[in-house]
């Protein structure tokens, strides 16, 4: 049976657990979210010793599925105030798969400046004292940690700006060839992950158990039916598909044609130098290099989304640069530059921040004329000065949030205090709806509830459209499927309805999509109400409503009233 | 019939109307709460152009009853998120009533970096270009608008970080020698100001109608009581009371004793250096030095709580210097120097901003290590930073909620993100009601709950107590009595009971004080719910449960259940 594994940071001691009671049959960010709803006060403060830190893999994490490698963070949110569970891939999920764990849950704070690392193999989990990666960067975090225990284990690590205990601060998991790449962004896990005097998870799954299948045929064929979905459809396949050459940034000639990519701290929705880093400008430049295109990042990756961005000497730069960090310190900051954008990647991954929520507050910074809009040489000053601590840097690691009323701001694109990913909500209204009524503040990837066609700007439709994909993520969220999965996977090609199989395979269950992601949202929501949040946050900032966006000058003008009676679940 | 002034900061056009119809009645903190809940948006950006800034003299200014000189400022706080009125002293309030003016109602925002002032006189209102104050600090603003417009004016403005919008911002009102020494110094009420682009206010009263009475007879006979119940009790006779003697600040010796007196971030009870900074050193300061003592800062006042303050070579260094100044700056920074505290009072003074936020805020700096405790060149140079809007300054000068998680503490001392005043809630549990269930959070001037004896510690009662003072306090900065009047007007001395009949021969009315008071506050807690505050946000910190204060080591123990029976008014 699956474990719980409870360490307290404050003793030092750590206890396992059976995954049952309330507990059982929960994986991924079900899991975690429902330990944070039972067990930590809903006010108490995200950095104080009562929040805990939960991490766990989701429900198909150590089988054989393809991209199955999904790592969920959870605690209460130091940047939202809210629940909070930010999922990432590398390659700590699927061991801790391997190993049957179903959760670690870091409790209380350690000593004061008494930094540890957390290693967990088959004989059992162990702290052991990190002072010697104190301060240290991710990739280097990672890479001493491998040093010691081997090339084979899997890291989780935190940045110098986790430990400062900034809220953009995020957790990085290493990536196949052992690059701190990979990173759960949102809401200031990192940050949570510090204030335990916590710097870094090893999981090693050398002689680990591996997933016991109640029924092993059953789970090949469900797996078989995904696998061959994803292989066989334009988007996804491997090697060939327009994710495994142009990355997640595929998306943004569609998004910006559409006019809803966000520009210059959302003022404008196209961007003037779009084809400068758009997917073919990615594409071309790696291959010209010779980087890395088709990349697997994550263990059971097939899809090959991420990237080797190298520099013009072909040097390695960045890893998985994609999307939403160029829309972020990209366009939201006037930057049409490809190779400016990828060191400014490294330096958030390095640091330890979210790139979404970094770029939002640098194009704030910029609209408060702290550096220019366009500036590369001055937003990775910024970045610098994020990573060292400095007081400029202190407003810019919390977030956009922090940013627009440290300069007297009104117009911040954030919802319960998380900045928009990259898409306006006045073009594409069905993600307005996920950023304003998803647990997580906004978050793209709680429900992306976007066609990419002029269907997104009419208000009609775009509620019961991010529900639906609200209550999916919840559940995809929970079993440890990638996002990237729905590019390929359809009700056509059999691909959707192959998960469930899947899992009720391995556990022996009988569950339901849709039961399961409602219950998941249900116990988020029902946390944020006990925390204080109500339907008045559940909204987008007021210019939104009033200031239209060039060139479709559209408005959000999604009923709210439809809204909250749908969310209400 | 008095008037309602609206100007339009946008278009910079004024218009006026009878004060009739659902604002009929109303006056002070009545009038600017009523204002902003049937007005503002609830959810709109505190600094945005949908918020309003109101400015009302209480019901009683204009007349010559006592210590009437309380002007009340609201708009929805940016710091707080709440509804926030914030009143002051001065000269202001009684020019305006004067003029039979009950409210100024700014409305939009001017074009940017077009700052306006608007003059306020028997012929009317006008805005004039205020180019040549930009930047100026308080008193430099309001010598510059005497020497232009005479020394009869009163002037309310803002200084460089009001004009920066951040959250501690006040708004100086200038006292009887042209200081600006008075501030409305809670929930940023100047950033509001700032936001709108304007730098000040200019009331002249020459010429003014004055109040009609509509029994003058049956006022002066109420006036009179209340005037003989103030000069006859020792705390507020004028001369010789011990508020004239020792200021505000005679109760720094009692709280201390109790072990209420927040020292070093909250960390205890009792401060070492209580003597150097108490109510006798500070008389005993003055008195040797030739500064003032027994000083009206405000008009019509008899109390004489104010003070000048002098150097050693009598050299004018402030005005009002009170105990919560001493406490925040002082104490809770682990400085027990009146010298030192009456030059940061009037840095704060200059640059506008509250002292309890500021001192607040230090004190989270010093618990980050950013300066040490006790160091007054480094709190001094803090308050350089804030004045100078650095990013430093940004973070301090945006108060204690922001300092916190600048610094990734979680030990923050604040009630919907506003500072605590002088009084530590573990001991005075009644003002840490008041603190938590107030609708503008922590304020100690919202309902001083305090006995100021062992009882205060007792967690029965407090919260009656609470909420009557709440009430009370409402109707009070509704007629725009000083709060210091309830130390001398008493219900034995039938000071109490004089107020309504005062109100009511004014204006030929009936009313009642509680039902005033639980009115206001009704609708002051309709606006935050509407904002989306829930009783969740009615609670102190959590480490105020668990933390025992010394050197009594109690925690507060009031029932929230209790408290939000009540609450409901």
Chains 1, 2 share one sequence.
Not at 83 to 111: M, Y
Not at 402 to 420: C, D, E, N, S, W
Request: hydrophobic share 40%.
């Amino acid at each position: 049976m699956k474990k719980i594994v409870r360490i307290n940071m404050a003793s030092g001691e750590t206890s396992m657990e059976n995954l049952s009671g309330e507990y059982a049959g929960l994986g991924g960010r079900g899991l975690t979210s429902t330990i944070v709803a039972r067990e930590v006060p809903p006010l108490c403060h995200a950095l104080g010793p009562q929040n805990k830190l939960v991490v766990a893999p989701g429900l198909l994490a150590g089988t054989s599925c393809i991209n199955c490698g999904r790592l969920s963070i959870g605690a209460k949110s130091p940047l939202t105030g809210t629940i909070k569970e930010s999922n990432v891939g590398g390659t700590v999920a699927q061991r801790l798969g391997q190993l049957q764990i179903a959760a670690l849950v870091f409790e209380q704070h350690a000593p004061a400046d008494k930094p540890f690392y957390l290693l967990v193999n088959h004989e059992g989990t162990t702290l052991h004292p990190a002072d010697d990666l104190k301060g240290l960067k991710t990739y280097d975090t990672v890479q001493r940690l491998r040093t010691k225990h081997g090339d084979r284990v899997g890291v989780a690590a935190i940045g110098p700006v986790g430990e400062m205990r900034l809220a953009t601060a995020s957790v990085a998991v290493s990536d196949r060839d052992g690059h701190a790449s990979r990173h759960a962004g949102r809401g200031g896990m990192g940050a949570v992950m510090g204030s335990k005097g916590l710097k870094a998870i090893v999981v090693d799954a050398v002689e680990a158990p591996g997933v016991e299948y109640q029924d092993r045929e059953a789970f090949k064929a469900a797996a078989k039916i995904l696998r061959t979905a994803i292989v066989e459809n334009e988007a996804t396949a491997p090697k060939t598909g327009s994710q495994a050459l142009y990355s997640m940034n595929a998306i943004m000639a569609p998004v910006n044609e559409l006019g809803g990519f966000p520009t210059r701290n959302f003022t404008r929705g196209k961007f003037a130098d779009v084809r400068k880093i758009d997917g073919d400008a990615l594409h071309d430049t790696i291959k010209a290099r010779g980087g890395v295109l088709n990349h697997s990042g994550c263990s059971n990756c097939i899809i090959q989304c991420s990237n080797v961005f190298v520099d013009p000497e072909g040097q390695y730069v960045t890893s998985a640069l994609e999307y939403e960090t160029l829309f972020a310190l990209g366009a939201n900051c006037d930057i049409g530059d490809l190779d400016a954008v990828a060191r400014m990647d490294r330096l958030c991954d390095e640091y330890g921040i979210d790139t979404m929520e970094t770029g939002c507050s640098i194009a704030l910074a910029m609209e408060a004329g702290v550096v220019p809009f366009g500036d590369t040489e001055g937003a990775i000053g910024l970045l610098h000065e994020i990573g060292q601590g400095t007081p400029l840097g202190r407003i810019l690691g919390n977030g956009a949030a922090m940013t627009g009323q440290a300069y007297g701001l009104h117009r911040i694109p954030v919802v319960k205090r998380q900045a928009f990913p990259g898409y306006d909500p006045r073009v594409l209204k069905g993600l307005g709806v996920t950023y304003a009524s998803s647990p997580m503040g906004a978050d793209h990837t709680a429900g992306f509830a976007a066609e990419l066609t002029a269907a997104d700007m009419n208000p009609e439709g775009r509620v019961a459209l991010s529900l639906e994909t609200q209550v999916f993520m919840a559940f995809l969220d929970s079993i440890g499927l990638c996002m990237a999965v729905l590019d390929g996977a359809t009700d056509e090609n059999g691909g959707i309805a192959a998960m469930v199989p899947m899992v009720n395979a391995v556990y022996g269950w009988d569950i339901n999509a849709e039961n399961y992601g409602r219950a998941v949202l249900k116990t988020e929501r029902a946390f944020n109400t006990a925390a204080g949040f109500t339907p008045q946050d559940d909204r987008l900032p007021e210019w939104l409503h009033t200031e239209p966006l060039p060139p479709n000058n559209t408005v959000f003008d999604v009923s709210y009233e439809e809204m909250d009676a749908a969310m209400k679940l």
